[in-house]
């Protein structure tokens, strides 16, 4: 569980990172808007990672 929830802290570290770095490129610019929604995005991944995880059964990996 504390993997999810590093993965879930990272990525939107990176979505709100790379919505901050926009503002650096000529043409772009920072919103909050879409830094959120990027969140939004993260949180909806997540979510339905979680359902597939408890919805499709396990089966070990076979290596030969």
């Given at each position: ?9 990272a990525?939107r570290?990176?979505g709100a990172?790379l919505?901050?770095?926009?503002g650096?490129?000529?043409?772009r610019?920072?919103?909050t808007?879409?830094m959120?929604?990027?969140?939004l ?6 979510a ?7 919805a499709?059964?396990h089966?070990?990996?076979m290596?030969e």
């Open positions: 569980e504390s993997r999810g929830t590093a993965s879930g802290l990525a570290l990176l990172l919505e901050f770095g926009q650096y490129v000529p043409g610019q920072y919103e808007e879409d959120l929604l990027n969140t995005g993260v949180l909806l991944g997540i339905a990672a979680l359902l597939l995880r408890r499709l059964p089966r070990p990996i290596v």
